[in-house]
């Protein structure tokens, strides 16, 4: 079993929908949350980060983190097409241990927003 | 200001190479990580370094070694590539403590 896990997708939506993408993990040891945006041939993206559990929003992007069903959620609202992007799920566990200072990324969802 | 910036963006190699990448930390950014990301996956991290040393690795073979020199920016080593070594190398960098990154745009490597 993957530490964490991610639907590759394909994803796709009409332009103004609101897009859920979501990532499950089963290291408990987790307390720092991602979410990066990669696009073609580029490197990914901070978009959202998240420490333990709660929401937190930007704009049209809301992170949710429940760590106590080790899951995590990205919402994007009214997308637009230059949403249209491979968006990464990146999870770490406390600096100080010695699992900190990596991050594990799920595989990505590949979404694409249709005008 | 300048973000992570990588050389080369592009390198074809042959097997049983060696190969060296270079990562230049955005500004302020003391602590360099590598990762690897292959076609259709997340990356995959390799190493970790800060104050010159190798703090973190991943599971990569001896093959995979790295340098951070004083000004910060660092170097990824690949000796003896095999094919299965084709991957988008990315490199990333932080301020010292915290865990979100800043990625460059990577360098991408074809092995023959």
């Known amino acids: 079993q993957k530490e964490v896990e991610q639907d590759p997708g394909p994803l796709s939506v009409p332009e103004g929908a609101i897009v859920s993408l979501n990532c499950t993990y089963s290291?408990?040891?987790?307390?720092?949350f991602m979410w990066y945006r990669q696009y073609s041939r580029k490197g990914p993206e901070l978009l959202m980060y998240?420490?333990?559990?709660g929401n937190k929003e930007d704009g049209r992007f809301t992170a949710q983190v429940d760590k106590s069903s080790k899951y995590i959620s990205l919402f994007i609202r009214d997308s637009q097409p230059s949403d249209s992007a491979t968006y990464l799920c990146?999870?770490?566990?406390?600096?100080?241990?010695?699992?900190?200072?990596?991050?594990?990324f799920g595989q990505g969802t590949e979404l694409s927003v249709k005008p | 200001d300048a973000g992570v910036t990588q050389s080369p963006t592009h390198l074809i190699k042959t097997r049983g190479q060696q190969v060296t990448l270079r990562c230049s930390p955005k500004?302020?950014?003391?602590?360099v990580s590598w990762y690897q990301q292959a076609l259709g996956q997340g990356p995959q991290f390799i190493f970790q370094?800060?104050?010159?040393?190798?703090?973190q690795r991943g599971n990569f073979p001896d093959r995979f070694s790295g340098h951070q020199f004083p000004n910060y920016s660092s170097e990824l080593n690949v000796n003896a590539l095999l094919l299965g070594d084709s991957a988008l190398y990315l490199c990333?960098?932080?301020?010292?403590?915290?865990?979100?990154?800043?990625f460059g745009s990577g360098t991408r490597l074809t092995v023959v």
């Open positions: 290291n408990s040891a987790f307390q720092y």
């Open positions: 990146a999870m770490s566990a406390p600096l100080l241990s010695n699992q900190g200072g990596k991050l594990i």
């Open positions: 370094y800060y104050e010159e040393e190798e703090r």
């Open positions: 990333a960098s932080s301020p010292t403590g915290q865990p979100a990154r800043t």
């Open positions: 998240t420490y333990s559990s």
């Open positions: 500004s302020g950014h003391d602590t």
